[in-house]
């Protein structure tokens, strides 16, 4: 087939234990296209990101992604997504969390991993989701004074002008 | 002082901003400002057909184009459940080794550009016009070649690229060696990389660094052998890792992985295996191409493909790849239609360029040239 191999069995281990952990949570997991993704309420992510960084053997300690996408009309809108990578043999997991355009407020997750700093700019920048606690929360990637958020399904491709 | 390092700048490997904060000519304080190059790539995928996306990853990282070409193609074909032929498979790891090749060229070049050894820029763009000149055969394109595309290849590459490739593989290990010979144990390149721009293991990890710069620092991960794709598990080659973390560490494990990569494209070439190069797939892969000048069915059935484009099943995948820079991860949602709902691009390029606040304070400006120039990033992929 070429892609990569499978993940372990571990990996319904791996939602087993964090439902223990996080009992009556709100956090429901599902595999597809063999990778894990976690669902939880914005409100838990520091927690969970934190017990998948230290709790867990192996320690999914690096952030490999941070990310969201706009699935206007669906409600709630936003999903915000963190992929994260054991190095110990290479799993990994995919957490998201969910927000609507009304209250697009995520917490923040620099305090663990300083990679997150510019990521979450981005997804500032991009969709107008908001991190809470990020200590520079500014736009990254357009120039300062823009108005609107690209990335939203509902900005022009051609940019509103 | 507040000195700018501008976008313009020869030797910020691209149009990159940096803010500096100096007192005499230390660093106290760096930011950099990105953007300047961002083109909305990631906003323009989610208005073309899965397959017209193609030519928009080589222009993300420009210079490595097949290994972007190679990530979207498998996280697409990931999505679809397709199967590739091993000769597509074992042509894509020959065609992407060559691409690292290319890659560390171009960063030896500018790195001993920027250093002074101006030699050495002449010298790896000699070899990188032969890579080039190979890339054209195949596909047309020196640069964006758009070659490795969902289902295999675009086209069987011709009869003359084997004995070139050969060629190009009997002389290539005596250009590294001239290259080492010039820098590895030189005076003023040791004084300007050795200890400079020392990043621990702990830090590599917390910045999410990967690729060279991740093993330059002691953490033996690399994902051709971690978690092999594509056929790599077929192939012998030794992942080489530093454990300084400083910039002499970067140029060697680079170094090494331009000889590996010879190791690898070798055994590709010797043990390549018969077969189509491209995956048994009607709707995703295109009809042979001289069948369709002449045969009226089979330029219908393109004609439909090209147009209409595929629909993969709705659904989500994250398919990471060992590109030269580090590793690309390509974040693909489907949601059923032929049009990506999001293909979000991991580059590491960025990450690299995050690195840059932890690591050039506490350095002289002259050490901050040599700690960009280590440190491989390039803006198409930084700002896509």
Known sequence: ?161 | MTLNMGPQHPSTHGVLRIILQIDGETVLRAEPDIGYLHKGIEKSCENLLYAQVVPLTDRIDYLAPMSNNLVYSMAVEKLLGLEIPERAQWLRVLLVELTRINNHLVWLATTGLELGAMSVFLYCFREREEILNLFELCSGQRMMTSFIRPGGLALEPPREFYPRLRAFLETMPSRIDEYEDLLTENRIWIARTRGVGTLSADDAIAYSLTGPNLRASGVQFDLRKQSPYCSYEKFDFEVPTRSEGDCYARYIVRIEEMRQSLRIIDQALRGLPEGPVKADAPGVVLPDREKMKTDMETLIYHFKIVVDGFKPPAGEVYLPIESPKGEVGCYLVSDGTEKPARMRWRGPSLFNVQVLEKLLPGHLISDAIAILASIDFVLGEVDR
């Not at chain 1, 009992?23 to 429901?28: A, E, L, Y």
């Not at chain 1, 999903?79 to 009304?102: C, M």
């Not at chain 1, 990335?151 to 051609?158: I, M, S, T």
């Open chain 1, 1 to 161: 087939m070429g892609l990569p191999p499978d993940p372990a069995a571990d990996d319904s281990a791996l939602l087993q234990s964090l439902l223990s952990a996080f009992p009556d949570s709100g956090i429901v997991g599902a595999t597809a296209n063999h990778e894990l993704t976690v669902v939880s309420p914005p409100s838990l992510i520091p927690d969970l990101l934190q017990w998948l960084r230290d709790g867990v053997t192996p320690p999914y300690r690096m952030l490999a992604d941070l990310t969201a996408v706009d699935l206007f009309p669906r409600e709630p809108r936003f999903e915000v997504v963190y992929h994260l990578l054991a190095l110990d043999h290479g799993q990994r997991v995919r957490i998201k969390t969910r927000v609507s355009a009304d209250a697009p407020v995520v917490p923040s997750v620099v305090f663990l991993w300083p990679a997150a700093g510019m990521l979450e700019r981005e997804v500032f920048d991009l969709f107008g989701i908001q991190f809470a606690g990020h200590p520079n929360l500014k736009r990254l990637l357009m120039p300062n004074d823009w108005q609107g958020h690209p990335l939203r399904k509902d900005y022009p491709v051609e940019g509103e002008r």
